[in-house]
């Protein structure tokens, strides 16, 4: 991994807006497959795409992948989450 494809630490990555409507349906707990039918993605490329943002955050899991997205600011409280639904 090169230094430029993580953020530095406490900064949060630039996200593109396809990888943010990504991030939100993972953060809900969709598969990449049920991802990719809704945003019109294979799995593959929903594959690649997270596998982008685990790099760019600094994490290995989709759970991890969360958990940092929230806490720079990417994902909304779960309470307004559920307001919205």
Known sequence: MTASAQSAPGEAPRLSAPERAVLGLVAEGLTNQDVGKRLYYTAAT???MLGRMYRKFGVRNRAALVDRAWRHG???PLRDRQEAS
Request: aromatic letters at 16%; a neutral charge.
């Open 46 to 48: 929903v594959h690649t």
């Open 74 to 76: 990417y994902l909304p």
